[in-house]
Nanobody, 116 residues
Framework: QVQLVESGGGLVQPGGSLRLSCAAS????????MSWYRQAPGKERELVAV????????NYADSVKGRFTISRDNAKNTVYLQMNSLKPEDTAVYYC?????????WGQGTQVTVSS
């Protein structure tokens, strides 16, 4: 079965950095695009970044462009989100996700809190 396990969240001061990881299993990781979403309290879940299966193309929400970088290691079945210059408004639960066949699968999420 498809499993996505996020890690790397935590508490960080404004201007700081975090690197999120998402370990995938249960499907052929290298042939599927992967995405990161986030959901802040009281807000809808929003797309943060997308990466193609080969990692040769990425796309970002305007709010994170120039600060976040999505990448993947197909040998390790892992997708990453490097987050720099973090702001309080980046505080949210971050999820990795894959659309596998006809269904979208989500991890359990990892909390990122940006606060002084």
């Amino acid at each position: 079965q498809v499993q996505l396990v996020e890690s790397g969240g935590g508490l960080v001061q404004p201007g700081g950095s975090l690197r999120l990881s998402c370990a995938a299993s249960g499907f052929t990781f290298s042939i599927y695009a992967m995405s990161w979403y986030r959901q802040a309290p009281g807000k809808e879940r929003e797309l943060v970044a997308v990466i193609t299966n080969a990692g040769d193309s990425t796309n970002y929400a305007d709010s994170v462009k120039g600060r976040f970088t999505i990448s993947r290691d197909n040998a390790k079945n892992t997708v990453y989100l490097q987050m720099n210059s973090l702001k309080p408004e980046d505080t949210a639960v971050y999820y990795c996700t894959v659309r596998y066949r006809t269904q979208r699968y989500w991890g359990q999420g990892t909390q990122v809190t940006v606060s002084s």
